[in-house]
Structure formats: C-alpha cells, structure tokens
C-alpha cells in the first residue's frame, strides 16, 4: 500500500502562482509515474502533468509553459509549480501514482486550488 498525502492548495488571484506538494510513503519502492489531475465541478479529471522516475515529464497542453513537474526520490515527493494561474485552473487537484509497469495506481485526497479573476 501506499498513501498519499497533498498540500500547498489555497486560493490565488488570477496571474499568482502556487506550489503543490505529494509525499508518498508506505511501498514506495519500483519504478513508478507519479502525476498531479484536476477536477472542476461538473467534469471530468483530466491529466495535469506527469514524471517518471527517472525524470520524463509530460505536460497537459493547458499548463505548459506555465506549470513544472518535479520530484524528489529521495524524499518520495512530486511537486506542481503553477505560475500565471487563470480562473481556468480552479479544480481540486489530485496526486496519482502508478508502480509501472503493471500498477497498482493510487490517488491522494485532493486539494483545492481557487483562482479569482
């Protein structure tokens, strides 16, 4: 098992920025994608941004050029630095990890991040 836990949410006026955080502890072990989704109300979650393990990202073409994917393996850590930050990308934002290449796949809580116009 592993459990995820995020932070760094909150609410942010349009053009701010905030950082999210995802530490995973418990069978952290393999090699595994850890990735940031995001749920508005009403829709569906959708793929924000991913990282491999060994450092591959990929990006949402809504978020690129204005957010960075990054982790610490040694800590078991993904980070989402969101930089010019639109109305567009109030969701609750989800972590996901995924021991690949056969899973399992694991989601955090969530956390809200609010962007005002």
């Known amino acids: 098992q592993v459990q995820l836990v995020e932070s760094g949410g909150g609410l942010v006026q349009a053009g701010g920025s905030l950082r999210l955080s995802c530490a995973a502890s418990g069978s952290v072990s393999g090699a595994n994608v850890m990735g940031w989704y995001r749920q508005a109300p009403g829709k569906q979650r959708d793929l924000v941004a991913t990282?491999?393990?060994?450092?591959?990202?990929n990006y949402a073409d809504s978020v690129k050029g204005r957010f960075t994917i990054s982790r610490d393996n040694a800590k078991n850590t993904v980070y989402l630095e969101m930089n010019s930050l639109k109305p567009e990308d109030t969701a609750v934002y989800y972590c996901r990890r995924e021991r690949v290449p056969w899973g399992p796949v694991y989601w955090g809580q969530g956390t809200q991040v609010t962007v005002s116009s």
């Open positions: 990282i491999t393990s060994g450092g591959t990202t």
